[in-house]
């Protein structure tokens, strides 16, 4: 379990190479539970809570995977997998300081934070975005990386000119068959806002509608 967990900080193993592991093999489940060593549980100067808070592990009764447990959603997205592997890194440090994190996740959302736009979002188009982000998150230099996924995510949502939604609550943008849908326009009346959109492959009109 020490080399997979391994592998999966230094960029090795993929993420959705490891979720099932991590979530289905108990000798995984074990190996996790007791990375905080027993010395350190009634110890607040110990080592390794330099990494870790201490008060947050007492409270799942320095179980890391239990905690880890309450607050990972497992859909291989990338702020999923940044929460993961950022977690199991801090702990993992602490045994093996000479690992060498990939810092994959980081990376890539931080590109997303660069690069999408607030406009861009919703359950139906995450997947798109994501694998644009995942794609790019490679070329180098870095203000090339942005300029490009910022073209590429545009591309993707059909967007011209400055015709796009202005949302007055969270992104909630339609998927068609097999992209983002194309912003039509926005209709406002006193109570809310109808977001209209259109499927450039179906022809398919979808209306979304937010309130104030």
Not at 68 to 73: D, I, K
Not at 136 to 155: D, L
Request: with cysteine; glycine share 4%.
């Amino acid at each position: 379990m020490t080399l997979i967990v391994r592998q999966m900080l230094e960029g090795i193993m993929p993420m959705e190479q490891f979720l099932p592991l991590f979530r289905e093999n108990d000798e995984m489940k074990r190996y996790i539970s007791s990375l905080v060593p027993d010395e350190a549980k009634e110890d607040r100067g110990h080592s390794i809570w330099e990494y870790v808070n201490y008060d947050v592990l007492r409270n799942v009764n320095f179980d890391p995977y239990k905690l880890l447990m309450t607050f990972m959603r497992f859909d291989n997205s990338i702020g999923d997998s940044l929460n993961l592997s950022s977690s199991l890194y801090d702990l993992y440090r602490y045994h093996y300081p000479d690992i060498k994190y990939a810092n994959i996740y980081e990376d890539m959302f931080d590109l997303y934070l660069d690069a999408v736009r607030e406009c861009f979002g919703g359950p139906e188009v995450e997947p798109y975005i994501e694998q644009i982000v995942r794609k790019n998150v490679g070329i180098r230099p870095k203000t090339m990386r942005k300029k490009i996924t910022k073209e590429n995510i545009a591309s993707l949502f059909h967007i011209s000119d400055k015709n796009y939604p202005r949302w007055i609550q969270g992104a909630e943008w339609p998927s068609g068959r097999n992209s983002p849908m194309e912003f039509i326009c926005q209709k406002k009346s006193k109570e809310s806002v109808i977001y209209v959109f259109r499927d450039l492959e179906t022809g398919e009109e979808r209306s979304v509608q937010q309130f104030y």
